[in-house]
């Protein structure tokens, strides 16, 4: 599986961005997707991810803020991030999973500034 980021971008305090990663290879309905982020001298951490059954779950710090979903006709899973802070700062990864297997994209660079 290759994963593709994009979307990221300089965005204000209170803003929107919407990721995209496009994945490719014909078993993406049956692999859990995910987003997960690294700030700088940070570890990397989990943001949110979706099962193949659509169900979401969402790390503590952007819940309510951040809507994961999935097209499985598009390959393609969606971060959108409102009410960005400039905690939220960070190179976002996507993932998929699928029992031992995992698989990262490049990331996409989020800077969350005035």
């Known amino acids: 599986v290759q994963l593709q980021a994009s979307g990221g971008g300089l965005v204000q305090p209170g803003g929107s961005l919407r990721l995209s990663c496009a994945a490719s290879?014909?078993?993406?309905?049956?692999?859990?997707m995910g987003w997960y982020r690294q700030a700088p001298g940070k570890q990397r951490e989990l943001v949110a991810t979706?099962?193949?059954?659509?169900?979401?779950n969402y790390a503590d710090s952007v819940k309510g803020r951040v809507t994961i979903s999935r097209d499985n006709r598009k390959k393609t899973v969606y971060l959108q991030m409102n009410s960005l802070k400039p905690e939220d700062t960070a190179v976002y990864y996507c993932?998929?999973?699928?029992?031992?297997?995992?698989?990262w994209g490049q990331g996409t660079l989020v800077t969350v500034s005035s």
């Open positions: 290879g014909s078993l993406f309905r049956i692999y859990e």
């Open positions: 993932n998929a999973r699928l029992r031992s297997y995992e698989y």
């Open positions: 979706i099962s193949s059954g659509y169900k979401p």
